[in-house]
Every structure is written in C-alpha cells, then in structure tokens.
C-alpha cells in the first residue's frame, strides 16, 4: 500500500505534503507494530503495545473515510484511498495476528531467485523441467529458511542416492530440516567463524622488551 502513495508522491508535485502526511502515518504504524511484535512474550507490554497499534490504525481508518467524503478530492488520491478502504480487511490480519507480517515483501524477495533465473535462462523449455524447476525452487527455499547451506544439504542428500543406487534413500524424509537433530542442522548450516587464537603467553611484550632494554 505504500507504493501507491510513493506513485503519488512522485508523479503529483502538488500532491507531496499530502502523500507524505500519508507516508509518516503509515510508517508509525510500523513503528508501533514493531514495538508490539518485541513484547509478544510478555502479556502487560502486548497489551499496551496493541492499544498503541490500534488507535493507530483507527486514526487511519478515519482519515480515509473523511477524505474520500471530500468531494474536491483529487483523481490520484480518491484512487489510492478507494483501494485502500476495499483492501482495508486484508491489510489489517496482522493485528488480530501479530505473527503475520503487516507486507508481502519478504515473499516479495524469496521470489527474486526465480525471477532473476527466468530472465537469465529464459525459463523452462518443457513442461517437466518447469514443474522440476518449481520443486527446486520451493525445496531450496525451505532448506534457507531453516538456516541449512543448500550446496551442504545437497551433497549430504546426493551422496545418499548414490549409495542407493541412483535412487532416493530409503528414509527421505529424514533430510527434511524438522527431522534432523540440532546438531545435524548446525553441520549443515553456515560456518562459524573462527575464535582468533589467545596470545601466546611465552611471546615477549615488545614495549615490556624496549622498557627492560
């Protein structure tokens, strides 16, 4: 929704005060919803934090009912706000669910891998490649989602269908990521960076060395 009050802001000059009015009302929104998300855990501070969030979104609420009751209201503004009120149940999930996210654009940039790949190598030239493709891609993004290295989980997962042949292990679904241990998950997760080692007690202190000297 903001990217429709973005498009007014840069397509009407004579409109920027008021699409970025629309901006900052929506970005303490998020402020808020923030703030309620990082007390989830804590049912005192949720509660404050959602009365926060909701008179927020009431305020919202309001302020697009009584401007589109405006009857001098520009063609670009009753546009923005005519979807905002009909998207308005949608928009709004994430305040009886706090787990939801209040946008789409984390799906947004999971999607950006395929994207990108189509442009690259123009899609799939066959039904069953697109459909191998689609697999891929959702398998892949699971296993970042739970944290695994895909190039590690790959060649874990391979070297079993090797050893049966060519064929899928007996128990796949063991390389599912909710079916491995921790420890598991750690090997197949990103590597730790390394602690640098302690000084080397027996090593003299140069500015010691040139006091002594």
């Not at 927020?56 to 401007?67: F, G, P, S, V």
């Not at 999971?110 to 030239?125: D, E, T």
């Amino acid at each position: 929704m903001r990217r429709d009050f973005l498009t007014v802001l840069t397509g009407w000059t004579e409109l920027t005060d008021w699409a970025w009015s629309w901006l900052e009302d929506i970005g303490l929104l998020y402020h808020r919803n923030d703030q309620r998300v990082v007390v989830l855990e804590d049912a005192d501070q949720f509660a404050a934090a959602d009365q926060q969030v909701r008179a927020q979104l009431e305020h919202l609420r309001q302020r697009y009912e009584a401007e589109l009751a405006d009857p001098d209201l520009r063609q670009p503004q009753r546009k923005v706000l005519t979807s905002l009120q009909e998207h308005w149940s949608g928009l709004t999930v994430f305040v009886a669910h706090p787990e939801v996210p209040m946008d789409n654009n984390t799906a947004e940039r999971r999607l950006r891998g395929p994207v990108v790949a189509r442009k690259n190598f123009y899609g799939s030239g066959a039904i069953w490649s697109g459909r191998l493709a689609a697999m891929l891609f959702s398998l892949f993004q699971t296993m970042q989602t739970w944290g695994l290295v895909i190039n590690k989980w790959l060649t874990v997962y391979l070297t079993e269908c090797a050893k049966a042949g060519g064929k899928p292990p007996p128990d796949p679904e063991r390389y599912l990521p909710w079916n491995m241990s921790v420890e598991e998950r750690e090997r197949l997760g990103p590597a730790k960076a390394k602690a640098p080692d302690p000084p080397d007690a027996a090593a003299p202190n140069p500015d010691t060395a040139e006091t002594a000297a």
